[in-house]
C-alpha cells in the first residue's frame, strides 16, 4: 500500500506560483509512475502531468505545458508539480496519484493510490 499526502496549496494572485508537493509512504514510489490531475467545483477531474518513475519521459495536458512542471526525487519519495503564471482556471483541488504499471500516464484508472488532495484558489 501507498499513502501520499500533497501539500503547497494555497491562495495565490493570477500570476503568480505554487509548487505542490506528494510526499509517499507505506512503500518506495521509485518503481511507479506519478502524475497530477485536478479538479474544479462542478467539473469532473482531469489530467495535469505525469512522469515516468525514470523522469524520463513526461505527459502534461494541453493548459499544462509551458506553465508546469513536474519533477520527482526518488530519494525523498516525493513528487512535485510546480505552477507558473497561475490563472483563475486552474483553481482545484489538486491530487496526486501513482502509477505501478505505466501506460499512457494520462488515463485515471491507470492509477491505482491516490491521496487526499490540496485545494489551489488562484484570484484575479
Known amino acids: 500500500q501507498v499513502q501520499l499526502v500533497e501539500s503547497g496549496g494555497g491562495l495565490v494572485q493570477a500570476g503568480g506560483s505554487l509548487r505542490l508537493s506528494c510526499v509517499a509512504s507505506?512503500?518506495?514510489?521509485?518503481?511507479?509512475?506519478m502524475g497530477w490531475f485536478r479538479q474544479a467545483p462542478g467539473k469532473e477531474r482531469e489530467f495535469v502531468a505525469a512522469?515516468?518513475?525514470?523522469?524520463?519521459?513526461?505527459n502534461y495536458a494541453e493548459f499544462a505545458k509551458g506553465r508546469f512542471t513536474i519533477s520527482r526525487n526518488n530519494a525523498k519519495n516525493t513528487v512535485y508539480l510546480q505552477m507558473n503564471s497561475l490563472k483563475p482556471e486552474d483553481t482545484a483541488v489538486y491530487y496526486c496519484?501513482?502509477?505501478?504499471?505505466?501506460?499512457?500516464?494520462?488515463?485515471?484508472?491507470?492509477?491505482?493510490?491516490w491521496g487526499q488532495g490540496t485545494q489551489v484558489t488562484v484570484y484575479s
Open positions: 496519484a501513482a502509477n505501478p504499471g505505466g501506460g499512457t500516464l494520462y488515463k485515471e484508472y491507470e492509477y491505482d493510490y
Open positions: 512522469l515516468t518513475w525514470t523522469g524520463g519521459r513526461t
Open positions: 507505506g512503500r518506495t514510489i521509485r518503481n511507479d509512475a
